[in-house]
């Protein structure tokens, strides 16, 4: 199995947009557009930085 790793693409509309994808190749998840590729590359660091230290909020 290979590793995790974001995947950034350029929707219809132009913006970008990415996917983080788990080392079998399945989309765990998935962002919102952004309207630059540099504002994509932060939201990645932004879910690098922040989400080993996220608290799960079930609301189930």
Do not use: H, W
Not at 11 to 34: C, D, H, P, Q, V
């Amino acid at each position: 199995m290979g590793q995790a790793k974001f995947v950034i693409k350029k929707r219809i509309n132009g913006e970008f947009m990415f996917n983080l994808k788990a080392g079998n190749g399945e989309t765990i998840a998935t962002s919102e557009g952004y309207s630059s590729k540099q504002g994509c590359k932060d939201g990645i660091e932004s879910v690098r930085i922040n989400a080993p230290n996220a608290d799960i909020d079930d609301q189930s």
